[in-house]
Structures are given as C-alpha cells and as structure tokens.
C-alpha cells in the first residue's frame, strides 16, 4: 500500500476516535446541564436568571449576617450590663 494512503488512513481513524471522544463528552455534559436545569426548576430558579437569583441571595445573606452581628452586640451590652449590675 503507498505509504501516503497508509498515513492518511491511520490519521483519519485517529481523528475518528477523537471524535468519538468528544461526542461522549459532549453527551455527558448535555447531560450534567440538564440534570442541573432540572434540579433549578424544581427549586423554582429560573436558570436564564440564576445570575440575577444569586445576587439576590447575595443581598438576602448581607442582610441577614448584618441583622445577625447586631443582635449578637446587642446581646453582648446587655449580658455585660447585667454582670456589672450584679457585681
């Protein structure tokens, strides 16, 4: 066989396995995506607006560690008060 046809044929077949490969990854991925799109409509997420819905939580999570920390100092003054008063 001329040596030309040869390589062209075993460059082909290892091109053909590469693709190969890379349609099962692509199959796995389509997968994960939709797993994970299903799993954002179950919980009510929109996944065109998870950006949006992160930032929101973002916010939520600022906002309530902030509540948070106050009503820990506030406790704190007032435990501290109290053992002043009772010393």
Known sequence: MDSRLKDALEKRDALNTKIQRLKGRLDI??????KV???????NIEPDKI?????LLQEK????????????????????????KTQ
Do not use: C
């Not at 991925?29 to 939709?34: L, N, P």
């Not at 799109?37 to 919980?43: D, M, R, T, V, Y």
């Not at 950006?51 to 930032?55: F, L, R, Y």
């Open 51 to 55: 950006d949006e819905t992160i930032s």
């Open 37 to 43: 799109i299903g799993e954002l409509q179950e919980k």
């Open 61 to 84: 999570y600022e906002t309530l560690l902030s509540q948070f920390e106050t009503d820990l100092n506030t406790l704190q003054n007032t435990l501290t008060q109290y053992m002043e």
């Open 29 to 34: 991925a389509t997968q994960e995506r939709d």
